[in-house]
């Protein structure tokens, strides 16, 4: 396997520094929550084992109380049983009379007081039916002698027995399941002894019910035996142990008592065994010992989940807490990030904690700085560029004052008075405007005022070799502009488009709003330039693929410099989505586009007017 190079372990190492986990917020909240699953962790393995004995101690006892009160209704269910059992003898056999309508209400009436008595009937030692409640004919089959509680009640005279669940077939019409109560007792009728079986069958229903409510778990149950046989009494899986598909430890419930251990079939078990007094069975509780370790995994799961809860709180806080402290450094990231993209308005909120706070304090202060240099910046180029528009127009209006007024003087030798006033008018109106008070913002109906005295001069200069038109809107006159912009256009489309033309010159001025920007258009239809050549002029690079008429003279003229100032003053002045822009091809002329914000002019004073 290759070892990584000192190089891309470097390259790793800085870009985990640059990433968000080696972030102040992240390192905050995983140490914050890095201590406190350690410390709850720690707390979570002291407390299982706790837990775990407990919960295995609350499991025993659990299961012993309520065996207990099993044990202790099934005794008060017999206890009354046996009541009401003594309170038939002393009704039907006390005065050894069992005939009569009397006895008859009074059996109905026991039997009426209690709804799980299915039957109350007297035998004598043949197996005679002497008297039944209710009133049914015995089963020509019936066996009375042959029967377990019949057998059992001889056997112990005077003592009251319970025999096993059992179907009831001795009567006619129905075969209900039943515990037999009977006893052997001797009376005395017509001064005779007599010996009879006085027999109470029991709806097994009823003990059903109290042992089938029994809960020990998701497996757990009850089961009741008989002490004397070990026979089962009730188990609530019945017909799956007389299928012989179940089995029960029923010699060790016999001989144990108490709670005690045991493997069965695989499975180990918790075995709660209490006897019922006065009737000679036991409930035997049965629990799985699974279900304890199911407990000790549901501990588990719980300690988990509240270890995962904890975390998640804790994550959230520590998230909480992190953002409280990156909040402040955020917002100045942020306004650095501002303050990188030349949005220097910013200002920092002097907040947070005391290092933020000077750290805003600092911010701020570096941002003024960076303002008050920018400012001071910008009044020196401003400076600049006013300094190189004045030198611009002391050379061009010499030089354009002794071209006019060489024309006028020859004019004036060719006694063409009339184009002389012309001319000088014009000149006039056009160093009037070009002063404009000391101004460098005047309206548009100036401007264009200024480059029609200009055209004027040219065209008559140049002997009318070109023609020209000016239109503009009502909102483009009433909005304001640099001064001076068209003139060094117009120069530019005479002197390098129209000068050395064959044909006659045409020069179309516009101006116009649209979008809330005003633009001015100059086009000419002089010599042109290639499309690359034109996208250089603003960069001051001239390519060769401009056309020989528009390249620049020995003098300079038309070098690009005049060009390039007017896009720089309007960029300065208006920011840089505004400026000139140029389309040509070779000879089919040139179009410059001047692009300002539609800015409303001020109100003037007229410098005719002026004192």
């Not at 995983?30 to 201590?35: E, R, Y």
């Not at 009160?69 to 099934?74: F, G, H, I």
């Not at 001239?542 to 020995?554: F, K, L, V, Y």
């Not at 140029?582 to 914000?597: A, C, H, Q």
Request: hydrophobic share 40%; glycine share 6%; charged share 25%.
């Amino acid at each position: 396997m290759k070892r990584p190079t000192l190089k891309e372990a470097a390259r790793f190492k800085e870009r985990v520094r640059h990433s968000r986990v080696s972030s102040i917020q992240s390192i905050v909240t995983w140490s914050f929550s890095v201590m406190i699953v350690i410390a709850i962790g720690t707390v979570a393995f002291l407390l299982h084992d706790k837990f775990s004995a407990s919960a295995e101690r609350s499991a025993f006892t659990s299961s012993s109380q309520i065996v207990d009160q099993v044990s202790y209704n099934l005794e008060d269910y017999v206890r009354g049983l046996s009541s009401f059992y003594r309170a038939i003898e002393q009704n039907l056999l006390d005065k050894g009379r069992w005939d009569g309508s009397e006895v008859d209400t009074q059996l109905d009436t026991l039997m009426g007081s209690r709804d799980d008595i299915v039957s109350i009937a007297l035998f004598a030692e043949d197996g005679t039916l002497l008297k039944n409640r209710p009133a049914a004919e015995l089963r020509p089959s019936a066996n009375v002698t042959g029967q377990g509680w019949f057998q059992a009640a001889l056997r112990v005279p005077d003592h009251l027995g319970f025999s096993l669940p059992h179907i009831q077939n001795l009567y006619k019409g129905g075969y209900p399941w039943v515990v037999s109560m009977s006893k052997r007792v001797t009376v005395q009728q017509d001064g005779q002894a007599q010996e009879v079986i006085l027999l109470v069958d029991i709806n097994f229903k009823q003990i059903d019910e109290l042992c089938s409510r029994i809960s020990l778990g998701r497996q757990g149950y009850a089961y009741i035996i008989d002490e004397g046989a070990g026979n089962i009494v009730y188990h609530p899986q019945q017909q799956l142990i007389y299928m012989g598909l179940k089995r029960e430890n029923v010699e060790g419930a016999l001989v144990s008592s108490g709670d005690y251990v045991e493997e069965l079939d695989g499975e180990r078990r918790l075995v709660t065994v209490k006897s019922v007094a006065n009737i000679g069975w036991k409930i035997v509780g049965v629990s799985y010992l699974d279900e304890l370790l199911t407990t000790r995994e549901e501990v588990n799961r719980y300690l988990v989940r509240v270890v995962a809860a904890s975390l998640v709180l804790v994550l959230l806080f520590g998230m909480l807490l992190a953002r409280s402290i990156i909040r402040p450094l955020k917002r100045v990231e942020k306004m650095m990030r501002s303050v990188e993209r030349g949005q220097f308005d910013v200002e920092l909120p002097v907040e947070g904690p005391l290092e933020v706070e000077r750290l805003s304090r600092r911010f701020n202060l570096m941002v003024h700085k960076i303002r008050q240099l920018m400012g001071q910046i910008v009044l020196e180029q401003e400076s600049k560029r006013r300094h190189e528009l004045e030198a611009l127009q002391a050379q061009i209006n010499p030089h354009f004052l002794y071209n006019t007024l060489n024309s006028v003087v020859r004019m004036a030798a060719m006694s063409r008075g009339e184009e002389v006033v012309t001319m000088i008018t014009s000149l006039s109106k056009l160093f009037r405007i070009s002063l404009s008070q000391g101004r460098t913002l005047i309206s548009v109906k100036d401007e264009l005022e200024h480059a029609h005295h200009y055209l004027t001069i040219q065209q008559l200069r140049f002997g009318r070799k070109f023609t020209f038109a000016i239109r503009a809107t009502e909102e483009a006159e009433r909005c304001r502009t640099l001064k001076l912009v068209l003139q060094p256009l117009l120069e530019n489309a005479i002197e390098h488009g129209l000068e050395y033309s064959a044909d006659e010159g045409r020069i179309e001025v516009q101006a116009f709003v649209e979008d809330g920007v005003l633009t001015l258009l100059v086009e000419d239809n002089g010599a042109g330039m290639a499309p690359e050549a034109a996208a250089l002029l603003l960069s001051g690079e001239r390519g060769s693929a401009e056309a020989p008429e528009r390249r620049p003279s020995r003098t300079g003229k038309g070098s690009g410099v005049a060009l390039r100032n007017i896009h720089d003053r309007i960029r300065l002045n208006y920011g840089a989505a505004y400026g000139l822009e140029f389309r040509s091809e070779l000879e089919e002329g040139m179009t410059v586009t001047v692009r300002i914000p539609a800015e409303a002019a001020e109100e003037e004073i007229d410098d005719e007017k002026q004192p």
